[in-house]
């Protein structure tokens, strides 16, 4: 039922953007893309990761090994649900969001613009930097046929403004991990996640406003777990912990922590910080990263967070994380740390079974 | 390089080798004599010197480790480059296959799936993984790697896969980054792949301790286009009717472009079996009995089915001309040109079919559709390649109202035929032959 | 007040009880199919279990639930994962254990266990039905031979019928063309159970272990199964005489073990 609920408010949100702002909506699939660059010509991202649908239409389309992530992103294409998008942008993020971008640009009909966005992978060479610069001017110019001339002074603000949010994210991941942020799991992500579609005009706010209200200074209770996977989904995963007392500490999740954990920006050229931003972004399965590289992130992580174990929430099929995971959770193990992996569609509800899993992993924590 | 394993190597092939290749073809002989095929046509001359050239590779590489720099190669890295400082170069994909067709795809991929590999992943990389962690393989064993090579231009399965082979190996990962063409091949993209050339090569001076010799880079890139040339002359005597070759020859034979390309043995070996097709042509020998209807097939090959499938079709008068599979090795490797190396070479890598746009490979099919006079596409959805797979439903459904080629889509995997159903797929290619005699 | 206490295992198919006394010796215990209603299943299973003890069951201490429909057992003073449970009543019965295998009816699971009985490390099948119980069902259905029955007749079988597909239903219809082809019904099953054990087989190298092996579940009951899985992991496991209730053994140790 809430999932109907959230559907709507996000719809009326976007139609609220263009009626009131003037703004144009572009639907943006996962998972890495220049937000300052949308925000700056007046375009509003709003990201494709799950949404609320049944497959129906996307079988058609898809075979079954596709993951739902992809499946349910083009189920609401082919639902008629994205009319009030101007335009789509696909992030080369895996071969199965490639082939997406593909079929709705090649095959589908669907007059609706599609841009793409081609990220370098790991391991970075010094090619990689200048690569990424001129595929951002690239996107850019691409952009400007269709909304209009982008101004410097523009993108510099919005770069600036990006950069301000993300320290705030990264506050509020800090004092989580401090056991200073006195919120539920489910809480945490439901904010976090509203970064999703929301202006910044109303997600720093909102943002700002959790990080005040929540700070406490009374000590963690009951076990930590750090996240990792794609996305925190299916969202009933995050109630349960809250309802056996085990609080997720950090995560290493691709929607989250691994887009917006990036260093500090000391470039004053907007497309220079940017490239800064990217590059220092935490390891990533998409972008190439070493499992090493990966390990020792998490483990450190583990350390600052005290976490007691860990939970890899991979979205079935899901070929990125599933080539790091043994690796990762062997290593892990070998720490002393325990460790989970649920395999799940996105939108599954909670089976049994999952419940088994997590609370038997709960008790393992002692 | 100490000096014993370089005299052993020497000395392997010089004398070994040759000694296995004679038995290799031997053996060869012995299966032919026994079994013909009684709707196939007379079987290839060459197929005995293609055993002898693939064993003897997968013979002298166990000798490699020590004697020369050893590298494990996607199927679609830029191995010229290797080629040019001496690199012994072993093709897991190819491997994988060759293990397909042994049928030991499910074997190999549950000792992986025993280290908690996910058994949706890809079957080539489960194997591949299942050889590295148990030293198991049907060609004796396999080298140790100095170095992993991969490019992701024909999937980013490869760079997960080999993210995995250097943690197992404790060796650097070399990987090719070719920008995607969602739409077209732009010069910032060649730039940037030009510019990772130059920053490879300092990397594999390095590691192989020898020179970089433009002289030696540019013979290779000579001996691959030629190859691939040739290649793409052998396929092209497809073209006649009726056909000199099936498409389950040509994914055997296409093993020496995947593998051994640059280097003389394969012009060597291509030329020889073009002979042999254009004799074939010239006196209208046919690879099927009774060719009556031309057949395309799409995906890589499910291995351990060449043998059924041929004659299954074989038998029916059907005969498949052409895939998009082996011409992928003959389409853009032509574009290799020693005059301005480093900008073709990123040209002829970045623009294969699995590298472009849907629009592109639309396009392809429905001109070696035309080309090669097909009356029905046969599509092989594989589980392990979603970069292959994902957009062929549109492409059946756009190739009929287009071109009103039938068409079937068989749910299969290359290796692992676990995930495959001989009842289902039985039910649909009698469905499907119904539909092609239907259409005259 | 005795120091009795009831372990009580709510499964999607059965529903078992124990009861325990203060020196974990067992009393007494019972099956009864879950059906609909698991709150109800649950109390028939104690009532049956106390009535065999000769016990009211008032005079039962503590009560801990496992199993699915665990939180349907109101009166429970506590609930512990069926997991935790088999692990217990696994170290019970044979201590040397340090694996524990129990395919279930819905789903299969290899535990690892330290000494004291405590979980270490576990792995579950995932949603596909291949390597449970219940795969095993669906073939015995087709096959028209019970499932209880289908242990003895893969035992007397000389060859074996490769079945390849993981699938279930790719499975189904490998066995009905094996069918069509008269495939001896005891090689037909012998595959079946090598294409079980074979997906439980892979979970239990992920956990590595070199000692003990307990199997539970049901499916322990079934004699073909065991000595594939035996002939896999390349040394004898123990069996239950029960295996079913293990679970619910489990649980009443653990109501023990909060006293």
Redesign the interface.
């Known amino acids: 039922m809430h999932l109907d609920l959230e559907t709507r408010t996000r719809k009326d949100y976007i139609r609220e953007q263009k009626s009131l702002h003037g703004r144009k909506v572009m639907g943006v699939f996962p998972a890495q893309y220049p937000r300052e660059l949308l925000l700056a010509m007046n375009i509003l991202p709003v990201e494709i990761w799950d949404p609320p649908l049944r497959t129906r239409e996307a079988s058609a389309h898809l075979q079954s090994y596709i993951c739902s992530v992809v499946s349910l992103g083009l189920e609401l294409i082919l639902q008629g649900k994205c009319s009030d998008l101007d335009a789509f942008l696909f992030p080369h993020t895996c071969d199965s969001i490639q082939n997406l971008a593909s079929i709705v640009n090649d095959y589908l009909g669907i007059h609706k613009p599609c841009y793409f966005f081609y990220h370098p992978k790991a391991p970075y060479k010094r090619a990689s930097r200048p690569y990424y610069i001129s595929q951002l001017k690239e996107l850019k110019s691409g952009l400007e046929k269709q909304f209009g001339e982008l101004r410097e002074t523009d993108l510099k603000r919005s770069v600036d403004r990006w950069e301000e949010i993300r320290k705030d994210i990264s506050k509020c991941y800090l004092l989580r991990s401090e056991g200073r942020l006195n919120t539920s799991n489910r809480a945490f992500y439901s904010i976090l996640r509203r970064v999703e579609y929301l202006h910044p005009d109303d997600f720093h706010p909102l943002l700002t406003n959790f990080l005040q209200s929540g700070r406490t200074e009374t000590e963690r209770q009951g076990h930590g777990v750090l996240l990792s996977g794609v996305l925190p989904n299916p969202p009933e995963v995050l109630d349960h912990l809250d309802a056996i007392g085990v609080r997720v500490v950090d995560d290493d999740l691709l929607s989250c922590s691994r887009r917006f954990l990036s260093g500090p920006v000391s470039n004053s050229d907007p497309y220079e910080a940017m490239a800064e931003t990217y590059f220092s972004l935490p390891p990533c399965s998409t972008r190439g990263s070493a499992i090493e590289e990966r390990l020792n992130h998490i483990l450190k992580k583990i350390r600052s967070s005290r976490a007691d174990g860990v939970i890899f929430l991979i979205v079935k099929f899901c070929e990125p994380e599933f080539f790091d995971v043994p690796i990762l959770a062997d290593s892990l193990k070998k720490e002393g740390i325990p460790v989970l992996v649920l395999e799940n569609e996105i939108n599954q509800a909670l089976s049994g079974q999952i419940v088994t899993r997590i609370e038997a992993f709960a008790e393992m924590l002692g | 390089m100490s000096i014993a394993p370089e005299i052993r190597y020497r000395f392997m092939k010089d004398i070994g080798a040759p000694l296995v290749m004679g038995m290799a073809g031997l053996k060869g002989k012995r299966k032919a004599a026994i079994k013909r095929d009684v709707p196939l046509g007379p079987p290839l001359k060459c197929s005995k010197r293609l055993k002898e050239i693939m064993t003897r590779h997968y013979f002298l590489s166990r000798y490699a480790e020590g004697a020369r720099p050893v590298a494990w190669v996607t199927s679609g890295a830029p191995v010229e480059l290797l080629r040019a400082f001496d690199f012994y170069t072993v093709y897991p994909e190819n491997h994988g296959a060759l293990c397909g067709a042994q049928k030991l795809g499910p074997e190999l991929c549950s000792i992986a799936e025993g280290h908690g590999y996910n058994q949706d992943l890809c079957s080539y990389a489960r194997i591949d993984i299942g050889v590295c962690l148990s030293g198991k393989t049907p060609v004796g064993r396999l080298p140790r790697p100095d170095i992993l090579f991969a490019s992701n231009n024909i999937c980013q399965t490869v760079m997960y896969w080999y993210r995995v082979l250097a943690h197992h190996w404790k060796i650097p990962l070399m990987v090719f980054d070719t920008p995607f063409n969602f739409v077209s091949l732009d010069r910032s993209a060649i730039t940037y792949m030009v510019r990772q050339f130059e920053e490879m090569i300092p990397e594999l001076e390095r590691i192989s301790g020898r020179k970089f010799s433009e002289k030696k880079f540019k013979e290779v890139l000579r001996l691959g286009k030629s190859s691939a040339m040739a290649w793409g002359e052998v396929l092209a005597t497809m073209k006649t009717v009726p056909s000199p070759m099936t498409i389950f020859d040509a994914f055997v034979h296409l093993a020496p472009i995947v593998s051994l390309r640059g280097l003389p043995v394969t012009l060597e070996y291509y030329n020889v079996l073009l002979s042999e097709l254009k004799d074939r042509v010239s006196k209208g020998i046919g690879a099927i009995v009774n060719e009556r209807k031309r057949l395309m097939w799409d995906n890589i090959a499910i291995w351990y089915k060449i043998r059924d499938f041929s004659r299954l079709f074989a038998e029916r008068g059907m005969n498949f001309v052409t895939a998009t599979y082996t011409n992928a090795w003959a389409e853009t490797i032509s574009y290799m040109d020693e005059r301005n190396p480093m900008e073709s070479l990123a040209k002829a890598y970045s623009l294969v079919i699995l590298n472009n746009n849907l629009d592109h490979r639309l396009k392809l099919m429905e001109r070696l559709i035309k080309e090669y006079q097909v009356d029905g596409l046969v599509i092989h959805s594989a589980r392990s390649c979603k970069p292959y797979s994902v957009g062929q439903y549109d492409l059946k459904r756009l190739l009929m109202e287009r071109l009103a080629v039938p068409s079937v889509v068989i749910e299969a995997d290359i290796t692992d035929f676990r995930a495959y159903s001989e009842e289902q797929t039985t039910t649909r290619l009698e469905a499907f032959f119904e539909n092609i005699e239907d259409g005259g | 007040m005795k120091g009795w206490v009831i372990g009580i295992d709510v499964g999607s198919l059965t529903t078992d009880a124990v009861i325990m006394d203060e020196d974990k010796r067992v009393l007494s215990f019972s099956i009864v199919d879950t059906g609909y209603n698991s709150t109800d299943a649950a109390r028939e299973a104690m009532t049956v279990a106390a009535g065999r003890a000769g016990l009211e069951l008032e005079d039962v201490s503590r009560l801990v639930a496992t199993g699915?429909g665990r939180a349907a057992v109101p009166e429970a003073n506590k609930r512990?994962?069926?997991?935790?449970c088999h692990a217990a009543g696994a170290v019970y019965l044979f201590p040397d254990t340090e694996m524990v295998i129990d395919i279930g009816g819905?789903?299969s699971k290899v535990i690892k266990v330290g000494k004291d009985g405590?979980?270490?490390?576990?792995v579950?099948n995932?949603?596909c039905a291949a390597g449970t119980g219940r795969f095993l069902e669906v073939m015995s259905a087709k096959l028209k031979i019970p499932l209880d029955g289908m242990g003895d007749i893969s035992i007397s079988a000389r060859g074996e019928a490769a079945i390849?597909?993981?699938?279930t239903v790719?499975a189904e219809?490998?066995v009905?063309?094996l069918v069509a082809r008269n495939c001896p019904k005891e090689e037909i099953v012998k595959g079946i159970h090598r294409s079980v054990v074979?997906r439980v087989?892979?979970m239990t190298?992920?956990l590595r272990v070199s000692g003990g092996v307990t199997m539970t579940g049901g499916v322990a009951k079934n004699r073909g199964v065991v000595a594939l899985m035996e002939e896999r992991v390349g040394r004898r496991i123990n069996v239950p005489d029960e295996p079913q209730i293990v679970g619910a053994l489990g649980a009443a140790l653990f109501a023990l073990r909060e006293k």
């Open positions: 699915y512990v994962t069926e997991i935790a819905q789903d405590r979980v270490q490390d576990f579950m995932d949603k390849s597909s993981v699938c790719f219809s490998e009905v063309s074979n087989w892979a190298r992920q």
